[in-house]
């Protein structure tokens, strides 16, 4: 598997975080009132239910492909 690297960086005046990979960027803080948050993005939490239903969607997608079957809709549900 390749070598994935991600940058973050605080965010002047806030808690939170700026985080980016490639051409894309994403706001990582705590929700308001929670150890100086400003629910100004995704907290750790939902970055990892993101994460890993991001990843089993892209599984089924890829493993579809391989098998060529066609999917119309997928709906994944994560609970951490």
Known sequence: MATVTVELRNVGETQAALGW???HTIV?????GKAGG???GFNGAQLLALS???CFC???CY???EMGVAIDTIAVSVAL
């Open 28 to 32: 990582v803080d705590r929700p308001e």
């Open 38 to 40: 400003m629910g100004l």
């Open 52 to 54: 890993l239903g991001g």
């Open 63 to 65: 493993a579809a492909e």
């Open 58 to 60: 892209n599984d089924l």
């Open 21 to 23: 990979a490639g051409g």
